[in-house]
């Protein structure tokens, strides 16, 4: 055992740091007087090749450059405290090793797995007390520190704090999330990258011919290579455990080579980067509801298979794509949230795997709709004036008029009932006072939507008893007189002659006619369908006026009177008042989330 100060642990066969007695080891076996027990011949293929220096790390090349951090907590230049935050193998344990390899600092090693406040606060006291005696610093090592809960992690601020520990704490989760603020707030916080194919195959080269490793006993073949690195997915780990399991499967047949159906037969499932609780759940979430709103079809079908093959909750996807059917397609596709719907109840009842084809469908329907999010604008400011105060009481003729005594309070009265109107609409007003004449709603002309924002201009025109917009005299050289009504067969007569001869025939009118306007119908033709309401006929817009303006898309500019100065802008990125990303996570801000 070295002469060095130190606490020695012992690697569990489950991957777990043990806290020995601080006093001593007792049945450790004597390690290098790093902390960590020395790789044994049989220990696995990834624990022999752990790099014994930094210049042996592959990849985080954007964590090793003269200075970085990462080589000053190496080289003990700096007592700082340390996050290191990256993927399963990326190498933070690696770099906990060569922290206490390299330096002549007390190294102690636990994982938040198995250890506990009073396991903390030990290490603290001990630690506290050798620095007092003149000992040498402590660099305490907290594998999995997002698995410690928010009383663990605040008994180590206070020591963080002044230094009497250095903190090297690794993490696979997003430690924005799962740390708490003032901790990481005392801590540099180092991101490590998933491993590129190309050091991945690197170090699977190493493992075949270095002695720590294979030592050159089998060989490998270049497709079983590319097949080890492809199922890796930037795991080094998995890649080097995947590694030893097929030249155990080559030796055991006598094999020198280890070719591709033997790495088949060793692994033959890819490692999907997804943990349903962690970043990478958000993450890809997030990526599939950004593909169909992008309407890249095939896209969101791969994130769909990344969630089903890792395990997702299918009803969890099925609850994403009914909440995209509304705040993504929206009216440009109405149907668009029945399909949502009916795939989220065909998981219920039918489950999977059968499920994942109606999913599918799902997705796809939502990836080719044509897009509108003009619901989730039209909510968004409406709930944005509610919250900043603006409505007013409920106009008297709206009021709830069921019960005794209403009719003296003034509740229901002058309230127009718009089905006693032949076409189903009538002037009134329905917005509070302050409200009156805000346009919330504005719709796109994309899909079935077009329809929509032609009809509403004068749905609001009627509704808000506002005059037809109005037009400039026609140019004199456009007017010429209108024929008189003929009947369908002499219009079809007429038609057909039309297409023999240069021109059509002249038509004489009769004595005392009286042409109709240019620009509106004949006379004697009703102009609704239905006709208009006797009743209503001094108090609403001439019902031929409004018919006539039907097909034109837009708003009217008098039926949007100061609602640019009440709504803002149309565009931007609102949300529908939610405070969740895409990925259905809502952001903690402070902590866990």
């Given at each position: 055992m070295s002469d060095r100060a130190g606490t020695v642990f012992v690697m569990e066969p489950d991957g777990l740091f043990s806290l020995a007695d601080p006093g001593g080891p007792r049945g450790a076996q004597p390690g290098a007087g790093d902390g960590f027990t020395t790789p044994g011949a049989d220990s696995p293929l990834p624990v022999r090749m752990r790099p014994a220096t930094i210049d042996e790390l592959v990849g985080q090349q954007h964590l090793l450059a003269p200075g970085a951090p990462l080589r000053q907590l190496v080289g003990g230049a700096a007592p700082m405290s340390v996050i290191l935050w990256g993927p399963p193998g990326s190498g933070k344990t690696t770099i906990a090793h060569?922290?206490?390899?390299?330096?002549?600092?007390?190294?102690?090693?636990?994982?938040?797995?198995?250890?506990?406040?009073?396991?903390?606060?030990?290490?603290?006291?001990?630690?506290?007390?050798?620095?007092?005696?003149?000992?040498?610093?402590?660099?305490?090592?907290?594998?999995?520190?997002?698995?410690?809960?928010?009383?663990?992690?605040?008994?180590?601020?206070?020591?963080?704090?002044?230094?009497?520990?250095?903190?090297?704490?690794?993490?696979?989760?997003?430690?924005?999330?799962?740390?708490?603020?003032?901790?990481?707030?005392?801590?540099?916080?180092?991101?490590?990258?998933?491993?590129?194919?190309?050091?991945?195959?690197?170090?699977?080269?190493?493992?075949?011919?270095?002695?720590?490793g294979l030592g050159g006993a089998v060989t490998l073949a270049a497709e079983a290579e590319d097949h080890l690195v492809r199922l890796a997915g930037g795991d080094v780990r998995k890649a080097l455990t995947a590694l030893e399991a097929a030249a155990g499967s080559a030796a055991a047949v006598g094999a020198a080579e280890i070719d591709l159906a033997t790495a088949e037969r060793a692994v033959d499932v890819a490692a999907v980067r997804y943990d349903r609780d962690g970043d990478a759940h958000y993450d890809v979430t997030s990526a599939f509801i950004k593909s169909m709103r992008g309407s890249?079809?095939?896209?969101?079908?791969?994130?769909?298979?990344?969630?089903?093959?890792?395990?997702?909750?299918?009803?969890?996807?099925a609850r994403r794509i009914v909440i995209f059917a509304s705040e993504d397609v929206g009216m440009a596709d109405p149907t668009a949230l029945s399909v949502a719907t009916a795939a989220a109840h065909a998981v219920e009842y039918v489950g999977l795997p059968e499920a994942q084809l109606n999913l599918a469908q799902a997705v796809i329907h939502m990836a080719t709709a044509p897009k509108s999010n003009s619901a989730t604008m039209a909510v968004a400011a409406a709930i944005g004036d509610v919250r900043a105060g603006r409505g007013g009481a409920v106009p008297r003729a709206l009021r709830d008029a069921h019960y005794a005594g209403s009719k003296g309070l003034g509740h229901g009265i002058g309230y127009r009932y718009p089905h006693d109107d032949q076409r189903g609409v009538v002037t009134q007003q329905y917005a509070p006072d302050e409200l009156a004449g805000v346009d919330y709603y504005r719709p796109t002309e994309h899909g079935a939507e077009r329809a929509v924002a032609a009809r509403l201009p004068v749905l609001r025109r009627i509704v808000r008893g506002l005059p037809p917009p109005a037009r400039g005299p026609a140019p004199a050289t456009a007017t010429r007189p209108a024929e008189p009504r003929r009947d369908g067969a002499e219009a079809r007569r007429d038609a057909g002659e039309a297409g023999r001869d240069a021109g059509p025939p002249p038509v004489a009118r009769p004595s005392g006619a009286t042409p109709p306007p240019v620009d509106g119908p004949?006379?004697?033709?009703?102009?609704?369908?239905?006709?208009?309401?006797?009743?209503?006929?001094?108090?609403?817009?001439?019902?031929?006026?409004?018919?006539?303006?039907?097909?034109?898309?837009?708003?009217?500019?008098?039926?949007?009177?100061?609602?640019?100065?009440?709504?803002?802008?149309?565009?931007?990125?609102?949300?529908?008042?939610?405070?969740?990303?895409?990925?259905?996570?809502?952001?903690?801000?402070?902590?866990?989330?």
């Open positions: 060569l922290v206490a390899a390299a330096t002549d600092r007390r190294f102690v090693a636990m994982s938040a797995l198995s250890a506990g406040v009073k396991d903390v606060r030990a290490v603290i006291d001990t630690a506290r007390r050798q620095r007092r005696a003149g000992g040498p610093p402590t660099v305490l090592f907290i594998d999995e520190v997002h698995r410690f809960s928010k009383t663990q992690q605040d008994s180590l601020l206070a020591a963080v704090e002044d230094r009497t520990v250095t903190l090297l704490a690794a993490t696979t989760e997003n430690p924005y999330f799962s740390v708490i603020s003032p901790l990481l707030s005392r801590c540099v916080l180092l991101t490590l990258q998933p491993l590129d194919d190309a050091a991945v195959r690197g170090l699977l080269r190493r493992a075949v011919a270095d002695e720590r890249d079809v095939d896209a969101a079908l791969h994130w769909l298979a990344r969630m089903l093959v890792a395990g997702e909750d299918a009803r969890f996807i004949p006379p004697g033709d009703d102009a609704t369908a239905g006709g208009g309401s006797p009743s209503g006929a001094a108090t609403m817009p001439d019902d031929a006026e409004a018919a006539r303006d039907l097909p034109a898309a837009g708003t009217d500019p008098a039926a949007t009177k100061d609602s640019a100065a009440r709504n803002g802008p149309a565009g931007g990125e609102a949300r529908s008042g939610n405070t969740s990303d895409d990925n259905g996570r809502t952001p903690a801000g402070k902590g866990h989330q």
